[in-house]
């Protein structure tokens, strides 16, 4: 198959979930292009370009630290291909790690990969979906009210702080529009500079507040799903605990966070079957859940990683299980001939 990858910028990309993916594709012998969000081309006849790298078929790549190497170097070959021409186009980038001066990039993917998807190549996830929950923390309030901590969603600080009187004034802050843990805080009656975080916070938009889970002490476990189901490889399951560095309540990896293994509980379970419904009916193939104990606490949509730290914890690193699902996909889309959509070509097992 051929398949292209939409980055932020192939330029600051890491060698995680994303480069994992290719790696593994480019090892099963599939083409694979890569391309930043800036990097669409469309001609008033309707053709779409799109400008990418290749790292050279054939090349020996199974590190993704390999294969990242080589496609920021000059090695990569360069090559404008027609959208028509690619088999899938998969939107990795995340609209909330671009920075002030690339406001135009945070929704031009998207945007894209509906018109692409218009075009009849498989997009995922799928780009409606992706449209619909383009701001995650917002897509999450939509699932059932048991599985979340008690939130409000405001740039009022008088309605924040009234939520933290009533919620024992203990509460967490964060950005509406963010991720990695950044600009999240842990507000209680000791802390002497809760006006100005939340201005600040409120400043750049919404924010969000939540309840405190004491059990987020022993970290939160992410959950990765495909196609409503937990991810599984030779038997072992996608789910792996953050535990938060000391000091520290944000669990993210990206704030410090190491990773220990995690049994799927009963819990996590149920959050997983009351949340499947809604991401199989929305065409929403690959999510990453981020639970602590009985209470989800968010929902990971549009870039969501963690299978470049698997191998942490000694499991694989499921890359091979996401592409031969991609594969089965575009056997169905083959044999059905344009009978099943998008969406349903998203989720379809």
Excluded at 112 to 141: P, T, W
Excluded at 181 to 208: A, F, W
Excluded at 244 to 264: V, Y
Excluded at 282 to 311: A, M
């Amino acid at each position: 198959m051929k398949i292209c990858f939409v980055l932020n910028k192939i330029e600051t990309e890491k060698a995680a979930t994303s480069v994992a993916l290719m790696t593994k594709a480019h090892v099963k012998g599939h083409d694979v292009f890569v391309m930043g969000v800036g990097d669409f081309n469309f001609e008033s006849s309707g053709t779409i370009t799109l400008n990418t790298k290749q790292v050279p078929k054939g090349t020996s790549t199974k590190s993704p630290k390999k294969y990242l190497e080589i496609l920021q170097s000059a090695k990569a070959k360069e090559k404008k291909i027609v959208s028509t021409d690619v088999d899938v186009l998969f939107i990795r980038n995340n609209p909330t790690e671009e920075g002030a001066t690339r406001h135009w990039a945070e929704q031009a993917g998207i945007a894209f990969g509906r018109m692409i998807q218009q075009q009849g190549v498989l997009v995922l996830n799928d780009a409606y979906a992706l449209s619909h929950a383009f701001i995650d923390k917002l897509y999450f309030e939509e699932l059932p009210k048991d599985i979340k901590p008690a939130s409000i969603i405001t740039r009022k600080k008088e309605n924040i702080l009234s939520f933290w009187e009533k919620n024992n004034k203990r509460i967490v802050l964060k950005p509406l529009e963010g991720s990695g843990g950044k600009d999240v805080y842990l507000i209680d009656e000791h802390e002497k500079n809760t006006n100005q975080i939340i201005e600040t916070i409120s400043n750049h938009g919404y924010v969000i507040a939540q309840e405190y889970l004491p059990a987020v002490k022993d970290g939160d476990v992410r959950v990765l799903l495909m196609n409503g189901r937990v991810l599984e490889e030779n038997d072992e399951k996608a789910i792996i605990r953050r535990v938060s560095g000391k000091g520290e309540f944000r669990s993210n990896f990206k704030q410090g966070a190491t990773a220990d293994s995690s049994e799927l509980t009963k819990e996590m379970q149920y959050i997983i079957d009351l949340t499947a419904p809604k991401l199989i009916k929305d065409g929403l193939f690959f999510v990453g859940l981020d639970i602590v104990k009985d209470k989800l606490i968010e929902i990971n949509v549009l870039s969501p990683g963690g299978l470049d730290r698997f191998s942490d914890i000694g499991l694989p690193d499921f890359t091979n299980t996401v592409i031969d699902a991609i594969e089965r996909k575009l056997y169905y889309k083959k044999k059905y001939k344009g009978q099943l959509s998008n969406k349903v070509l998203a989720t379809m097992y």
